[in-house]
Protein backbone atom coordinates (compact mmCIF):
# COMPACT_ATOMS: atom_id res chain seq x y z
CA UNK A 1 0.00 0.00 0.00
CA UNK A 2 1.57 3.61 -1.14
CA UNK A 3 2.12 6.19 2.02
CA UNK A 4 2.68 8.76 -0.41
CA UNK A 5 -0.33 11.74 0.36
CA UNK A 6 -2.13 12.81 -2.01
CA UNK A 7 -0.79 15.73 -4.35
CA UNK A 8 -3.72 18.65 -2.80
CA UNK A 9 -2.74 17.28 0.86
CA UNK A 10 1.10 18.13 0.10
CA UNK A 11 -0.02 21.52 -1.52
CA UNK A 12 -1.99 22.21 1.70
CA UNK A 13 0.59 21.08 4.27
CA UNK A 14 2.95 23.89 1.94
CA UNK A 15 0.90 26.74 2.16
CA UNK A 16 0.54 25.82 5.37
CA UNK A 17 3.94 26.30 6.47
CA UNK A 18 4.73 29.34 3.88
CA UNK A 19 1.92 31.43 5.95
CA UNK A 20 3.23 30.64 9.16
CA UNK A 21 7.28 30.91 8.04
CA UNK A 22 7.04 34.93 9.16
CA UNK A 23 5.83 33.77 12.40
CA UNK A 24 7.92 30.94 13.33
CA UNK A 25 10.87 33.16 12.17
CA UNK A 26 9.72 36.14 13.91
CA UNK A 27 10.57 34.04 17.28
CA UNK A 28 14.06 34.32 16.92
CA UNK A 29 13.92 38.26 17.43
CA UNK A 30 13.90 39.67 20.83
CA UNK A 31 14.49 42.71 22.31
CA UNK A 32 17.86 42.74 23.28
CA UNK A 33 18.26 45.79 25.08
CA UNK A 34 16.99 49.32 25.96
CA UNK A 35 17.54 52.90 27.37
CA UNK A 36 15.52 54.88 28.72
CA UNK A 37 17.14 58.18 29.49
CA UNK A 38 20.18 58.40 27.82
CA UNK A 39 22.74 61.50 28.92
CA UNK A 40 25.81 60.58 28.04
CA UNK A 41 25.74 57.56 26.96
CA UNK A 42 25.59 57.66 23.25
CA UNK A 43 24.26 60.50 20.40
CA UNK A 44 22.24 60.26 17.79
CA UNK A 45 22.80 61.79 13.96
CA UNK A 46 21.79 64.98 15.10
CA UNK A 47 24.09 64.90 18.08
CA UNK A 48 21.18 63.80 20.47
CA UNK A 49 21.16 62.20 23.00
CA UNK A 50 17.53 60.04 23.04
CA UNK A 51 16.55 56.50 23.70
CA UNK A 52 17.03 53.70 22.32
CA UNK A 53 15.82 50.16 21.62
CA UNK A 54 18.26 47.16 20.21
CA UNK A 55 16.59 44.48 18.05
CA UNK A 56 18.58 41.13 17.82
CA UNK A 57 17.84 37.87 15.30
CA UNK A 58 19.47 35.42 17.65
CA UNK A 59 17.98 32.82 15.33
CA UNK A 60 19.68 31.14 12.13
CA UNK A 61 17.61 32.88 9.36
CA UNK A 62 16.99 36.30 7.78
CA UNK A 63 13.97 38.04 8.78
CA UNK A 64 11.66 40.58 6.95
CA UNK A 65 10.98 43.49 9.39
CA UNK A 66 8.53 45.14 6.96
CA UNK A 67 5.44 45.33 9.29
CA UNK A 68 6.74 44.49 12.27
CA UNK A 69 5.63 46.79 15.04
CA UNK A 70 7.52 48.47 17.85
CA UNK A 71 5.76 50.13 20.92
CA UNK A 72 4.89 51.56 24.52
CA UNK A 73 1.60 50.78 24.72
CA UNK A 74 -0.13 47.47 24.88
CA UNK A 75 -3.21 48.88 23.21
CA UNK A 76 -1.66 50.17 20.19
CA UNK A 77 1.50 47.20 19.22
CA UNK A 78 1.51 49.20 15.87
CA UNK A 79 1.95 52.59 17.08
CA UNK A 80 5.25 52.82 14.90
CA UNK A 81 6.17 50.02 12.24
CA UNK A 82 9.48 49.14 10.37
CA UNK A 83 10.10 49.34 6.96
CA UNK A 84 11.37 46.84 4.31
CA UNK A 85 14.65 46.26 5.79
CA UNK A 86 16.27 42.54 6.59
CA UNK A 87 17.77 41.72 10.12
CA UNK A 88 20.21 38.79 9.35
CA UNK A 89 21.06 36.31 12.07
CA UNK A 90 23.18 36.99 14.25
CA UNK A 91 22.84 40.90 13.66
CA UNK A 92 21.58 44.05 16.35
CA UNK A 93 19.81 46.53 15.10
CA UNK A 94 19.94 50.14 17.35
CA UNK A 95 16.48 51.98 16.67
CA UNK A 96 16.22 55.17 17.94
CA UNK A 97 13.52 55.94 20.73
CA UNK A 98 13.28 59.99 20.22
CA UNK A 99 9.96 60.78 18.66
CA UNK A 100 11.57 61.97 15.45
CA UNK A 101 9.83 59.14 13.69
CA UNK A 102 12.39 58.81 10.35
CA UNK A 103 12.11 55.33 8.64
CA UNK A 104 14.50 55.98 5.75
CA UNK A 105 16.55 53.17 5.56
CA UNK A 106 19.67 54.09 4.75
CA UNK A 107 20.08 56.78 7.74
CA UNK A 108 19.38 55.73 11.19
CA UNK A 109 15.77 54.76 12.10
CA UNK A 110 13.75 56.80 14.89
CA UNK A 111 10.51 55.78 16.58
CA UNK A 112 7.64 58.55 16.99
CA UNK A 113 7.83 57.80 20.73
CA UNK A 114 10.11 57.61 23.41
CA UNK A 115 10.42 55.89 26.57
CA UNK A 116 9.85 56.91 30.54
CA UNK A 117 12.35 56.43 32.64
CA UNK A 118 9.43 55.87 35.07
CA UNK A 119 8.74 52.58 33.64
CA UNK A 120 6.58 51.50 31.36
CA UNK A 121 5.62 48.50 28.61
CA UNK A 122 8.13 47.64 25.27
CA UNK A 123 6.78 45.82 23.12
CA UNK A 124 7.66 44.06 19.47
CA UNK A 125 4.56 42.74 17.64
CA UNK A 126 5.10 40.59 14.39
CA UNK A 127 2.94 41.49 11.15
CA UNK A 128 0.47 38.88 11.76
CA UNK A 129 -0.66 41.01 15.36
CA UNK A 130 1.61 38.04 17.35
CA UNK A 131 3.40 39.68 20.36
CA UNK A 132 7.21 38.59 19.73
CA UNK A 133 8.74 39.89 22.52
CA UNK A 134 8.17 42.22 25.44
CA UNK A 135 9.75 44.28 28.15
CA UNK A 136 7.41 44.77 30.90
CA UNK A 137 7.36 48.34 32.89
CA UNK A 138 10.15 48.93 35.07
CA UNK A 139 11.69 52.33 36.19
CA UNK A 140 15.17 52.64 34.38
CA UNK A 141 17.75 55.37 35.63
CA UNK A 142 19.83 57.48 33.68
CA UNK A 143 22.62 56.03 31.64
CA UNK A 144 21.62 52.91 32.84
CA UNK A 145 20.27 49.89 30.10
CA UNK A 146 18.39 47.37 30.88
CA UNK A 147 18.30 43.97 29.04
CA UNK A 148 18.92 40.28 28.34
CA UNK A 149 21.98 38.36 28.96
CA UNK A 150 22.81 35.74 27.16
CA UNK A 151 21.79 38.18 24.19
CA UNK A 152 18.85 37.27 22.47
CA UNK A 153 17.15 34.12 25.02
CA UNK A 154 18.61 35.29 28.91
CA UNK A 155 16.66 36.98 31.74
CA UNK A 156 16.52 40.64 32.06
CA UNK A 157 19.18 42.67 33.46
CA UNK A 158 20.34 46.07 34.63
CA UNK A 159 23.62 47.02 32.65
CA UNK A 160 25.65 50.26 34.52
CA UNK A 161 27.70 49.44 31.24
CA UNK A 162 25.61 49.70 27.99
CA UNK A 163 25.99 47.96 24.99
CA UNK A 164 24.30 49.54 22.33
CA UNK A 165 24.79 47.83 18.72
CA UNK A 166 27.16 45.33 20.90
CA UNK A 167 26.93 42.11 22.45
CA UNK A 168 25.60 41.99 26.25
CA UNK A 169 29.00 41.27 27.19
CA UNK A 170 29.06 43.87 30.74
CA UNK A 171 28.47 42.90 33.97
CA UNK A 172 25.14 42.00 34.84
CA UNK A 173 22.56 43.57 37.52
CA UNK A 174 19.77 41.63 38.76
CA UNK A 175 18.27 44.99 39.84
CA UNK A 176 18.94 48.38 42.01
CA UNK A 177 18.92 48.72 45.39
CA UNK A 178 15.56 51.18 46.66
CA UNK A 179 17.18 54.44 48.51
CA UNK A 180 18.19 53.89 52.04
CA UNK A 181 15.78 55.42 54.94
CA UNK A 182 16.84 58.15 57.46
CA UNK A 183 14.76 58.01 60.78
CA UNK A 184 14.62 61.99 60.68
CA UNK A 185 14.04 64.64 58.26
CA UNK A 186 16.59 66.94 57.02
CA UNK A 187 16.50 70.28 58.79
CA UNK A 188 16.93 72.13 61.85
CA UNK A 189 17.03 70.83 65.64
CA UNK A 190 17.62 72.36 68.70
CA UNK A 191 19.16 69.69 70.26
CA UNK A 192 21.31 66.66 69.58
CA UNK A 193 19.87 63.49 68.40
CA UNK A 194 20.66 60.00 67.27
CA UNK A 195 20.51 59.33 63.33
CA UNK A 196 19.01 56.18 62.00
CA UNK A 197 20.08 54.48 58.75
CA UNK A 198 18.06 51.63 57.50
CA UNK A 199 17.23 49.45 54.21
CA UNK A 200 14.13 47.89 53.13
CA UNK A 201 16.22 44.82 51.98
CA UNK A 202 17.82 43.58 55.41
CA UNK A 203 20.50 41.98 53.30
CA UNK A 204 21.59 45.47 52.03
CA UNK A 205 25.37 46.78 53.91
CA UNK A 206 24.56 50.89 54.30
CA UNK A 207 27.66 53.12 53.51
CA UNK A 208 27.84 56.74 54.34
CA UNK A 209 30.15 59.68 54.53
CA UNK A 210 30.42 63.02 56.36
CA UNK A 211 32.35 64.64 54.04
CA UNK A 212 30.87 65.41 51.25
CA UNK A 213 32.20 62.72 48.90
CA UNK A 214 30.37 59.77 47.18
CA UNK A 215 29.42 56.94 49.33
CA UNK A 216 30.58 53.75 48.18
CA UNK A 217 31.63 50.30 49.88
CA UNK A 218 35.07 52.07 50.98
CA UNK A 219 33.48 54.25 52.87
CA UNK A 220 32.37 54.30 56.46
CA UNK A 221 29.98 50.92 57.08
CA UNK A 222 26.99 51.86 59.40
CA UNK A 223 26.37 49.73 61.94
CA UNK A 224 25.00 51.88 64.84
CA UNK A 225 22.95 55.02 64.90
CA UNK A 226 24.57 58.79 64.35
CA UNK A 227 24.80 61.11 66.83
CA UNK A 228 24.15 64.75 65.22
CA UNK A 229 25.30 67.86 67.70
CA UNK A 230 25.56 71.35 66.72
CA UNK A 231 29.21 71.14 64.77
CA UNK A 232 30.21 74.99 64.98
CA UNK A 233 32.58 74.91 67.92
CA UNK A 234 34.87 72.50 65.57
CA UNK A 235 37.84 73.59 63.49
CA UNK A 236 36.98 75.31 60.23
CA UNK A 237 37.97 73.26 57.39
CA UNK A 238 36.59 74.34 53.94
CA UNK A 239 36.44 78.46 54.84
CA UNK A 240 40.32 77.91 55.42
CA UNK A 241 41.03 77.73 52.13
CA UNK A 242 42.32 80.27 50.17
CA UNK A 243 39.50 80.81 47.57
CA UNK A 244 41.80 83.57 45.46
CA UNK A 245 45.27 84.67 45.33
CA UNK A 246 44.82 88.32 44.42
CA UNK A 247 43.42 91.11 46.16
CA UNK A 248 41.07 92.31 44.02
CA UNK A 249 40.92 95.31 46.07
CA UNK A 250 42.45 94.62 49.31
CA UNK A 251 39.03 94.77 51.03
CA UNK A 252 38.02 92.42 48.49
CA UNK A 253 40.24 89.55 48.75
CA UNK A 254 40.59 86.72 50.58
CA UNK A 255 40.65 86.26 54.33
CA UNK A 256 40.45 83.56 56.64
CA UNK A 257 36.93 84.05 59.06
CA UNK A 258 37.30 85.58 62.47
CA UNK A 259 36.68 82.60 64.41
CA UNK A 260 34.59 79.39 64.09
CA UNK A 261 31.42 80.01 61.36
CA UNK A 262 28.21 77.95 61.91
CA UNK A 263 28.21 73.94 60.86
CA UNK A 264 25.91 71.51 59.79
CA UNK A 265 26.51 67.89 59.77
CA UNK A 266 26.36 66.17 55.51
CA UNK A 267 25.31 62.70 55.43
CA UNK A 268 25.41 60.90 51.99
CA UNK A 269 24.60 57.52 52.46
CA UNK A 270 24.24 54.15 49.70
CA UNK A 271 23.52 50.58 49.96
CA UNK A 272 25.22 48.08 48.71
CA UNK A 273 24.87 44.47 47.95
CA UNK A 274 26.37 41.41 46.08
CA UNK A 275 24.46 41.21 42.11
CA UNK A 276 22.69 44.51 42.86
CA UNK A 277 23.23 48.01 41.50
CA UNK A 278 24.08 50.15 44.46
CA UNK A 279 20.97 52.48 45.55
CA UNK A 280 20.97 56.06 44.60
CA UNK A 281 22.60 58.02 47.23
CA UNK A 282 20.74 59.84 49.99
CA UNK A 283 21.95 63.27 50.99
CA UNK A 284 20.64 65.14 53.75
CA UNK A 285 21.59 68.16 55.63
CA UNK A 286 21.26 68.40 59.52
CA UNK A 287 21.62 71.61 61.85
CA UNK A 288 21.38 71.69 65.52
CA UNK A 289 21.49 74.89 66.73
CA UNK A 290 20.21 76.07 70.02
CA UNK A 291 17.45 78.30 68.43
CA UNK A 292 16.86 75.83 65.76
CA UNK A 293 15.22 77.15 62.75
CA UNK A 294 14.99 81.18 64.38
CA UNK A 295 18.87 81.43 63.89
CA UNK A 296 18.24 82.78 60.50
CA UNK A 297 15.62 84.79 59.27
CA UNK A 298 15.54 84.04 55.03
CA UNK A 299 15.73 80.87 53.55
CA UNK A 300 19.05 78.25 53.96
CA UNK A 301 20.31 76.26 50.68
CA UNK A 302 22.79 73.39 51.86
CA UNK A 303 25.12 72.30 48.76
CA UNK A 304 27.01 68.85 49.23
CA UNK A 305 30.29 67.75 46.43
CA UNK A 306 33.07 66.49 46.70
CA UNK A 307 36.02 68.27 48.51
CA UNK A 308 38.16 67.60 45.30
CA UNK A 309 35.36 69.40 43.26
CA UNK A 310 35.75 72.88 44.73
CA UNK A 311 39.21 72.95 46.41
CA UNK A 312 41.33 70.45 44.30
CA UNK A 313 44.33 72.42 42.76
CA UNK A 314 43.91 70.48 39.63
CA UNK A 315 39.96 70.02 39.52
CA UNK A 316 38.79 72.25 41.75
CA UNK A 317 36.36 75.61 40.75
CA UNK A 318 36.21 77.71 43.61
CA UNK A 319 40.15 77.75 44.13
CA UNK A 320 42.96 79.27 41.93
CA UNK A 321 44.97 76.08 41.62
CA UNK A 322 46.66 74.54 38.42
CA UNK A 323 45.26 77.56 36.51
CA UNK A 324 46.01 80.36 38.33
CA UNK A 325 49.14 82.28 36.35
CA UNK A 326 49.97 85.91 38.30
CA UNK A 327 47.06 87.18 37.16
CA UNK A 328 43.61 88.81 37.53
CA UNK A 329 42.20 86.94 34.53
CA UNK A 330 43.76 82.89 35.37
CA UNK A 331 42.39 80.59 37.99
CA UNK A 332 40.46 77.63 38.11
CA UNK A 333 37.71 79.42 38.82
CA UNK A 334 38.32 81.18 35.33
CA UNK A 335 37.63 78.00 33.55
CA UNK A 336 33.95 77.23 31.72
CA UNK A 337 31.95 75.08 29.67
CA UNK A 338 30.59 71.44 30.88
CA UNK A 339 34.48 70.46 31.55
CA UNK A 340 33.92 72.64 34.70
CA UNK A 341 31.12 71.15 35.62
CA UNK A 342 31.12 69.39 39.36
CA UNK A 343 28.09 66.78 40.42
CA UNK A 344 26.69 68.49 43.63
CA UNK A 345 23.13 67.83 45.62
CA UNK A 346 21.23 71.19 46.64
CA UNK A 347 19.02 71.12 49.91
CA UNK A 348 16.91 74.08 49.89
CA UNK A 349 14.80 74.99 53.24
CA UNK A 350 12.17 77.72 53.33
CA UNK A 351 8.85 78.11 55.35
CA UNK A 352 6.93 76.56 51.61
CA UNK A 353 8.68 74.22 50.95
CA UNK A 354 11.85 71.50 51.41
CA UNK A 355 13.54 69.97 48.38
CA UNK A 356 16.95 67.93 48.11
CA UNK A 357 18.16 67.29 43.58
CA UNK A 358 21.29 66.17 42.86
CA UNK A 359 22.33 69.01 40.08
CA UNK A 360 25.51 70.47 38.43
CA UNK A 361 27.31 73.35 39.74
CA UNK A 362 29.59 75.99 37.46
CA UNK A 363 31.05 79.12 38.48
CA UNK A 364 28.95 82.01 37.31
CA UNK A 365 29.91 85.42 36.02
CA UNK A 366 32.87 87.96 34.72
CA UNK A 367 35.22 90.07 36.69
CA UNK A 368 33.43 88.43 39.80
CA UNK A 369 34.95 84.96 39.79
CA UNK A 370 38.22 86.24 41.61
CA UNK A 371 35.85 87.07 44.23
CA UNK A 372 36.88 84.95 47.51
CA UNK A 373 32.62 84.33 47.71
CA UNK A 374 31.67 82.92 44.19
CA UNK A 375 28.46 82.77 42.35
CA UNK A 376 27.44 79.18 41.68
CA UNK A 377 25.08 78.47 38.00
CA UNK A 378 22.83 75.46 39.48
CA UNK A 379 22.09 72.90 36.16
CA UNK A 380 19.24 70.59 36.60
CA UNK A 381 19.88 67.68 34.27
CA UNK A 382 18.69 63.99 33.68
CA UNK A 383 21.93 62.86 33.98
CA UNK A 384 21.77 63.50 37.91
CA UNK A 385 18.36 62.73 38.32
CA UNK A 386 15.67 65.19 37.52
CA UNK A 387 15.38 67.05 34.03
CA UNK A 388 14.36 70.16 35.85
CA UNK A 389 13.69 72.39 39.19
CA UNK A 390 9.97 71.53 39.30
CA UNK A 391 8.93 73.90 42.36
CA UNK A 392 8.11 77.76 43.03
CA UNK A 393 11.22 78.79 43.50
CA UNK A 394 10.17 82.34 43.10
CA UNK A 395 6.34 82.95 44.53
CA UNK A 396 5.52 85.93 43.00
CA UNK A 397 5.80 84.40 39.50
CA UNK A 398 4.26 81.41 38.35
CA UNK A 399 6.59 79.20 36.59
CA UNK A 400 7.07 75.69 38.30
CA UNK A 401 9.65 74.65 36.49
CA UNK A 402 13.47 76.06 35.55
CA UNK A 403 16.13 74.63 33.60
CA UNK A 404 18.56 76.39 35.19
CA UNK A 405 19.42 78.65 38.00
CA UNK A 406 21.64 81.06 39.57
CA UNK A 407 22.95 80.94 43.75
CA UNK A 408 24.71 84.56 42.78
CA UNK A 409 26.68 86.71 45.26
CA UNK A 410 25.28 90.14 44.05
CA UNK A 411 28.02 90.91 41.84
CA UNK A 412 29.80 93.94 42.16
CA UNK A 413 27.59 94.67 45.40
CA UNK A 414 29.29 91.82 47.04
CA UNK A 415 29.93 92.70 50.91
CA UNK A 416 27.77 95.93 50.17
CA UNK A 417 24.40 95.59 50.25
CA UNK A 418 24.28 91.81 48.92
CA UNK A 419 20.75 93.24 46.64
CA UNK A 420 22.00 96.19 44.72
CA UNK A 421 21.33 94.18 41.38
CA UNK A 422 17.83 92.96 43.06
CA UNK A 423 16.40 96.44 43.98
CA UNK A 424 16.93 98.15 40.97
CA UNK A 425 15.35 95.33 38.52
CA UNK A 426 12.43 95.63 40.65
CA UNK A 427 11.89 99.22 40.63
CA UNK A 428 11.92 99.10 37.03
CA UNK A 429 9.71 95.87 37.04
CA UNK A 430 6.52 97.56 35.90
CA UNK A 431 8.12 98.81 32.37
CA UNK A 432 8.43 97.44 29.26
CA UNK A 433 11.50 94.87 30.33
CA UNK A 434 12.14 91.34 31.70
CA UNK A 435 13.77 91.55 34.63
CA UNK A 436 15.06 88.98 36.95
CA UNK A 437 13.29 87.17 39.99
CA UNK A 438 15.20 87.71 43.34
CA UNK A 439 15.22 85.09 46.92
CA UNK A 440 18.10 85.83 48.72
CA UNK A 441 19.62 82.48 51.02
CA UNK A 442 22.04 81.84 53.57
CA UNK A 443 24.09 79.66 51.93
CA UNK A 444 26.02 76.65 53.56
CA UNK A 445 28.95 74.97 51.06
CA UNK A 446 29.97 70.83 52.24
CA UNK A 447 28.45 71.87 55.92
CA UNK A 448 29.74 75.23 56.50
CA UNK A 449 28.20 78.62 56.69
CA UNK A 450 29.23 80.70 53.45
CA UNK A 451 27.40 84.06 53.18
CA UNK A 452 24.74 85.22 51.71
CA UNK A 453 23.63 84.58 48.16
CA UNK A 454 20.41 85.03 46.15
CA UNK A 455 18.54 82.79 44.13
CA UNK A 456 17.95 84.80 40.55
CA UNK A 457 16.58 83.22 37.50
CA UNK A 458 19.39 83.20 34.20
CA UNK A 459 18.80 84.54 31.04
CA UNK A 460 19.03 82.03 28.21
CA UNK A 461 17.03 80.06 25.48
CA UNK A 462 15.33 78.67 28.01
CA UNK A 463 14.13 81.60 30.08
CA UNK A 464 13.07 83.02 26.91
CA UNK A 465 10.97 79.50 26.38
CA UNK A 466 9.32 79.89 29.52
CA UNK A 467 8.67 83.17 29.63
CA UNK A 468 7.54 84.00 25.83
CA UNK A 469 6.25 80.16 24.81
CA UNK A 470 8.35 80.99 21.68
CA UNK A 471 10.55 78.08 19.92
CA UNK A 472 14.41 78.13 21.72
CA UNK A 473 15.73 76.70 18.72
CA UNK A 474 14.74 79.52 16.52
CA UNK A 475 15.98 82.94 18.26
CA UNK A 476 18.97 85.41 17.90
CA UNK A 477 20.35 85.86 21.07
CA UNK A 478 23.58 88.14 21.75
CA UNK A 479 25.83 90.13 23.96
CA UNK A 480 28.15 92.92 24.10
CA UNK A 481 28.53 94.86 20.28
CA UNK A 482 27.11 91.38 18.89
CA UNK A 483 28.39 88.63 20.42
CA UNK A 484 26.57 85.65 19.14
CA UNK A 485 25.32 83.47 22.24
CA UNK A 486 22.29 81.71 19.88
CA UNK A 487 21.52 82.11 16.43
CA UNK A 488 23.53 84.42 14.08
CA UNK A 489 24.25 88.49 14.12
CA UNK A 490 22.85 89.06 10.73
CA UNK A 491 20.03 90.66 11.30
CA UNK A 492 20.60 92.68 13.85
CA UNK A 493 23.86 94.02 11.75
CA UNK A 494 22.23 95.00 8.99
CA UNK A 495 19.64 97.11 11.52
CA UNK A 496 23.06 98.90 12.74
CA UNK A 497 23.97 99.70 9.42
CA UNK A 498 20.30 100.83 8.63
CA UNK A 499 20.28 103.08 11.38
CA UNK A 500 23.79 104.46 10.65
CA UNK A 501 23.38 104.97 7.08
CA UNK A 502 20.39 106.70 6.76
CA UNK A 503 18.48 109.60 8.30
CA UNK A 504 15.52 108.90 10.80
CA UNK A 505 14.32 112.41 11.05
CA UNK A 506 12.70 110.39 7.50
CA UNK A 507 9.05 108.59 8.48
CA UNK A 508 9.94 106.23 6.36
CA UNK A 509 13.10 105.26 7.84
CA UNK A 510 12.17 105.63 11.00
CA UNK A 511 9.24 103.13 10.26
CA UNK A 512 11.57 100.88 8.77
CA UNK A 513 13.20 100.44 12.07
CA UNK A 514 10.56 99.71 14.22
CA UNK A 515 10.27 96.53 12.21
CA UNK A 516 13.34 95.94 13.31
CA UNK A 517 13.18 96.81 17.32
CA UNK A 518 11.14 97.09 19.43
CA UNK A 519 11.19 100.65 20.22
CA UNK A 520 8.93 100.56 23.87
CA UNK A 521 10.82 97.98 25.39
CA UNK A 522 14.45 100.05 23.95
CA UNK A 523 13.23 103.29 25.30
CA UNK A 524 12.65 102.10 28.78
CA UNK A 525 15.57 99.37 28.90
CA UNK A 526 17.79 102.59 27.96
CA UNK A 527 16.19 105.27 30.08
CA UNK A 528 16.32 102.57 33.01
CA UNK A 529 20.34 102.41 32.85
CA UNK A 530 20.71 106.37 32.52
CA UNK A 531 18.44 107.04 35.37
CA UNK A 532 20.25 104.10 37.45
CA UNK A 533 23.70 105.40 36.51
CA UNK A 534 24.43 101.97 35.65
CA UNK A 535 28.71 102.69 35.49
CA UNK A 536 29.48 99.51 34.10
CA UNK A 537 27.21 99.43 30.90
CA UNK A 538 26.92 99.55 27.55
CA UNK A 539 30.11 97.83 26.65
CA UNK A 540 29.44 95.45 29.08
CA UNK A 541 26.08 93.46 30.99
CA UNK A 542 24.05 94.21 27.42
CA UNK A 543 21.93 91.51 26.16
CA UNK A 544 19.37 91.37 23.35
CA UNK A 545 17.55 88.99 21.63
CA UNK A 546 14.64 88.46 18.80
CA UNK A 547 12.88 85.60 17.13
CA UNK A 548 14.02 84.62 13.96
CA UNK A 549 10.93 85.47 11.91
CA UNK A 550 9.75 88.39 9.62
CA UNK A 551 8.27 91.32 11.45
CA UNK A 552 4.56 90.82 12.31
CA UNK A 553 2.62 93.80 14.02
CA UNK A 554 -0.10 91.36 15.38
CA UNK A 555 1.95 88.80 16.97
CA UNK A 556 2.21 88.44 20.52
CA UNK A 557 5.54 90.57 22.58
CA UNK A 558 8.00 88.58 21.81
CA UNK A 559 7.07 87.04 19.04
CA UNK A 560 7.02 89.50 16.32
CA UNK A 561 10.58 89.09 14.92
CA UNK A 562 12.24 92.41 16.38
CA UNK A 563 15.22 92.88 18.80
CA UNK A 564 14.16 93.06 22.87
CA UNK A 565 16.56 94.17 25.65
CA UNK A 566 17.48 92.25 28.74
CA UNK A 567 18.06 94.45 32.00
CA UNK A 568 20.33 92.41 34.30
CA UNK A 569 23.65 92.94 36.40
CA UNK A 570 22.63 96.29 37.33
CA UNK A 571 25.02 95.97 40.45
CA UNK A 572 27.22 98.97 39.85
CA UNK A 573 23.99 101.43 40.14
CA UNK A 574 22.82 103.69 42.30
CA UNK A 575 26.16 105.46 43.24
CA UNK A 576 28.40 102.39 43.62
Not at 487 to 507: E, T
Request: charged share 20%; glycine share 8%; net charge negative.
Amino acid sequence: MSTRLPRVVCLHIFLLLFISLPAILSQDLAINEMMASNATTINDEDGDFEDWIELYNYGSLPVDLEGFGLSDDYGSPFKWVFPAMVLNPGDLLLVWASGKDRTNTDSPLHTNFSISSDGEELILTSPDDIRVDEIPPIPVPTDISYGRFPDGTGDLYFFSQPTPGQVNDTEAWSGILEKNNFSHNPGFYTGDFSLELSHADNEAVIYYTLDGSVPDASSLEYTSAITITDRSEEENQHSEIPTTSVLPPEWRGWKPPEGRVAKSTIIRATAVKPGFLNSPVTSATYFVFPGGRERYAMDVVSIITDHDHLFSDATGIYVPGDSYAGSHSTGNYHNRGIEWERPASIEFFADDMYFQQDIGIRIHGGWTRRDPIKSLRLYARSEYGESRFNYQIFPDLPYTSYNRLLLRQSGNDWAVTMFRDAAVQSLASHLDLDTQAYRPTVVFLNGEYWGIKNFRERYDRHYLERVYGIDPGNIDLLTRQNTIIEGDNVHYNQMVDFIAGNDLGSDENLSQVLEMMDINNFLDYYSSQIYFQNTDWPSNNIDFWRLRVDYNPYAPKGHDGRWRWLLYDVDRALGL
